[in-house]
C-alpha cells in the first residue's frame, strides 16, 4: 500500500515510457461483447424494419400480382414506409442530439414548442377560415408556410437567449416550455368554439400519422432531412464533447455556444420537416433515443445515431404493420406509439440511475 | 507565466472579485486557498476561460484569454471543476481518452492511445480502465478526472479543490500525483485547496484571497505566518515548525 500512496517512489520519466499494447486502445465501447452485441442487434433491428417495410407493401394487397393495379397500391404504400424512414430519421436524431446538447435525457425537442405551433396553425386554419381552408391547405405552399413559421419561431428562441450576455440553456427551454403552453392554451380555446363537425376534420390531423404525408413534398424534403443528417453525423465527435457539459467541453477547446447554436438549428430543421409532414409525435422521439442509449451502450454518437434511426424505423414499421394489417385498427397507430412512449418515459424516470 | 490585470467580476452591488492584480509563476505548484465565498473559484474559473470577466485582461502564457481561440487555448491550458458529472456512462478510459480531443478532435492516434495509457498507468487507474465512472469509488473518480485533464498535455494544469471527498491517504496520494506533475512533468499546477496545512506542505507558491482580493502572495515561508492567516481566515491560528515545514494549529 504504501508503495502505492507515494508515486515519486516509482521512476516515472516525461516521455512516452508505458506498457501500452495495441489491446488497450480505446473503443467506444467498454467489451468486445457489446460491441458484438451492438452489431447484431443493429443488423437485426435493420431487417426488421425492412422486412416490416416489405409486410407493409405486399401483404394484403386487395389485388393481385398479376393485375396492373397492383402497382399503383404498392406505390401509395411506398409513400408511406417513405415518410416513415423520413419521420424516424429526423425525430430521433433530432431527439438524441437535443439530449446531447442539453446534457438532459428527459426532454424531447417537441419541448421548443413545435408541436404546440403545430397544432395552433392547423387549429386557427378551421377557426378563422372554415373547414374548407384546412382541407385546401395543403401542398408545397402550405407545407413551407408551417416549416418557415416552426424554424422562424425556434431561430428566435436561440438567437434571443442564447447569444446575449444572460445566455442560458435552461432559460431558453423554459420559455420554450412556456411558448408551447400558451400556443396550446389558445388552440384549446379555439377548438372549444368549432361545430363537431370542423373538430372533427381537426382531429384527424392533429394525431401525427404517415397517411397526412404528401409524396409531392419528397423532392424538397428528402435532400434537406439527408443533408441535415448527415451534417449532424459529421458532428459525432464534438456531440460527444459537449455531452460532457460546457465546462468540459469548453476546456477541450469547443466553442460550446457556437456548436449548441449550429445542432439546435440541425434538430430544429430535422423536427420542423417531420412535423409538418406529419404531425406532432410528442413521445416517439423521447422513446426511441431512450431506447437506443439502453441498446448500444456506448457514449459515441457515430453508434448512437444510426442505433436509433434502425430503431425509429423499426417502432414505425412495425406498429404500422400490425396496426393496418393483424389487428385492422390504422387510425389507433400514433396511439399506440404515444401509449407506449409515456410508459417508457415513467418506466426510466422511475429507475433515473440509467439515465 | 498567468498574469491578472486588473481583472474584476461582479455578481451584484454587494458581491464583486477584484479588481485582482497577480502574477503566477510558470512551473512549480501554487495554491489558491482562502475563506469560503472569497473568490477562489471564481478566479480559477476566469482564468481557465469558464466564466467571463466583466472588466480587465488574463494572460496565460502570453495569450489574452478572452480573445484567444478556445481551440489553442485548449492546447496550453486546462480547468477541472469541483463537481464533474455526466449524463453519459464512460469507462475510465474513455475518459482519459477525451483529454486528447483538443489534438486528434476524437480520432485517437496511436500516440494519442500511448499517451493516455501513460496517464492511466500514472495515476494507478491502470486496472480500472474499462470500468464504467459509476462503479469507481469517490476517490478512483476523482483520479480519473485528473488523468483527463493532465492526458491534455496542457502547460497549465487549474483544479478546484481536487481533495474533495478524499480521505487522508487519497489526499496524500492525490498531492504527491501533483508535486510530481509538476517536478518531473514540468507543468505549472494552480488549485484550489482548503486545508492550509496541505498547501504549506505539498505547494511552492500560496496565494491566499479574501472578500474577492488577493490578500497576500508569496512563498509558503511568507505566507505560513500566524498574523496573516488568523486575519484571512477570521481565527486565531498559530503556527509551529514541524518535521515537514510550518503547520498550522486551530
Avoid at chain 1, 451492438?38 to 393481385?64: A, E, M, Q, R, T
Avoid at chain 2, 482562502?34 to 477562489?40: E, F, L, T, V, Y
Avoid at chain 2, 484569454?65 to 485548449?74: H, I, M
Wanted: include cysteine.
Amino acid at each position: 500500500m504504501s508503495s502505492l500512496m507515494d508515486p515519486t517512489s516509482k521512476t516515472y520519466t516525461p516521455e512516452l515510457t508505458t506498457s501500452h499494447t495495441r489491446d488497450r486502445d480505446t473503443s467506444a465501447f467498454q467489451s468486445k461483447q457489446l460491441e458484438r452485441r451492438y452489431w447484431i442487434l443493429l443488423c437485426l433491428f435493420l431487417l426488421g424494419g425492412l422486412f416490416c417495410s416489405f409486410g407493409l407493401l405486399v401483404y394484403n394487397n386487395p389485388v393481385p400480382v398479376q393485375s396492373p393495379s397492383f402497382w399503383p397500391v404498392v406505390e401509395r404504400r411506398i409513400t408511406a414506409i417513405v415518410t416513415m424512414a423520413i419521420a424516424a430519421l429526423c425525430q430521433s436524431l433530432a431527439t438524441v442530439a437535443f439530449h446531447s446538447v442539453t446534457n438532459n435525457r428527459i426532454i424531447t425537442p417537441s419541448l421548443l414548442g413545435f408541436d404546440a405551433l403545430y397544432a395552433t396553425i392547423q387549429t386557427s386554419m378551421i377557426f378563422f377560415f372554415g373547414a374548407g381552408a384546412l382541407i385546401g391547405f395543403t401542398g408545397t405552399g402550405a407545407f413551407f408556410t408551417q416549416v418557415i413559421l416552426m424554424l422562424g419561431m425556434s431561430l428566435l428562441l436561440y438567437g434571443w437567449l442564447l447569444s446575449g450576455k444572460y445566455a442560458n440553456l435552461q432559460l431558453m427551454l423554459l420559455i420554450g416550455i412556456i411558448m408551447g403552453t400558451g400556443l396550446n392554451s389558445l388552440s384549446t380555446f379555439m377548438r372549444r368554439m368549432l361545430a363537431p363537425s370542423e373538430f372533427d376534420i381537426l382531429q384527424a390531423r392533429l394525431f401525427g400519422s404517415v397517411t397526412n404525408a404528401d409524396a409531392a413534398y419528397f423532392p424538397i424534403v428528402i435532400p434537406i432531412v439527408i443533408v441535415v443528417s448527415i451534417l449532424l453525423f459529421l458532428s459525432a465527435n464534438r456531440l460527444n464533447v459537449i455531452a460532457l457539459g460546457k465546462d468540459v467541453a469548453t476546456s477541450f477547446g469547443v466553442n460550446h455556444r457556437r456548436s449548441v447554436i449550429y445542432v439546435l438549428i440541425l434538430i430544429s430543421l430535422l423536427m420542423s420537416m417531420s412535423t409538418a409532414l406529419i404531425g406532432p409525435l410528442t413521445f416517439f422521439g423521447f422513446l426511441v433515443a431512450t431506447l437506443s442509449y439502453q441498446v448500444a451502450s456506448t457514449y459515441d454518437h457515430k453508434y448512437v445515431l444510426p442505433m436509433a434511426f434502425s430503431i425509429g424505423f423499426l417502432v414505425l414499421t412495425s406498429a404500422y404493420f400490425f396496426m393496418y394489417h393483424i389487428f385492422n385498427a390504422p387510425s389507433v397507430v400514433s396511439v399506440i406509439i404515444e401509449l407506449f412512449g409515456g410508459v417508457i418515459f415513467l418506466a426510466v424516470l422511475l429507475r433515473k440511475r440509467s439515465l | 507565466m498567468i498574469k491578472l490585470d486588473q481583472v474584476k467580476k461582479s455578481y451584484s452591488d454587494h458581491v464583486q472579485i477584484g479588481p485582482l492584480q497577480l502574477e503566477l509563476p510558470k512551473a512549480g505548484l501554487t495554491a489558491l486557498i482562502g475563506p469560503n465565498g472569497a473568490g477562489k473559484s471564481t478566479t480559477l474559473m476566469m482564468i481557465g476561460r469558464l466564466l467571463h470577466l466583466d472588466e480587465g485582461h488574463i494572460q496565460v502564457a502570453g495569450l489574452d484569454v478572452s480573445s484567444t481561440k478556445s481551440k489553442d487555448l485548449a492546447k496550453i491550458i486546462t480547468i477541472l471543476r469541483q463537481e464533474n458529472h455526466f449524463v453519459t456512462r464512460l469507462t475510465v478510459r474513455q475518459l482519459v481518452g477525451f483529454g486528447r480531443f483538443p489534438y486528434s478532435k476524437g480520432r485517437l492516434t496511436p500516440e494519442d492511445e500511448a499517451i493516455t495509457s501513460k496517464y492511466i498507468d500514472f495515476l494507478d487507474l491502470t486496472q480500472l480502465e474499462h470500468r464504467y465512472l459509476d462503479e469507481l469509488s469517490g476517490g478512483q473518480r476523482q483520479r480519473a478526472y485528473v488523468a483527463m485533464v493532465l492526458c491534455q498535455e496542457t502547460e497549465y494544469v487549474l483544479l478546484d479543490e481536487p481533495l474533495n471527498n478524499l480521505d487522508i491517504a487519497r489526499s496524500v496520494q492525490m498531492m504527491g500525483y501533483l508535486r510530481h506533475v509538476a517536478d518531473v512533468f514540468g507543468r505549472t499546477i494552480v488549485t484550489v485547496l482548503h486545508d492550509i496545512n496541505f498547501a504549506a506542505k505539498y505547494s511552492d507558491h500560496i496565494c491566499a484571497m479574501k472578500d474577492g482580493q488577493v490578500a497576500a502572495f508569496g512563498t509558503v515561508k511568507e505566507i505560513m505566518v500566524a498574523e496573516t492567516l488568523s486575519d484571512i481566515f477570521e481565527t486565531p491560528l498559530e503556527i509551529i515548525d514541524g518535521p515537514y515545514g510550518p503547520i498550522a494549529v486551530y
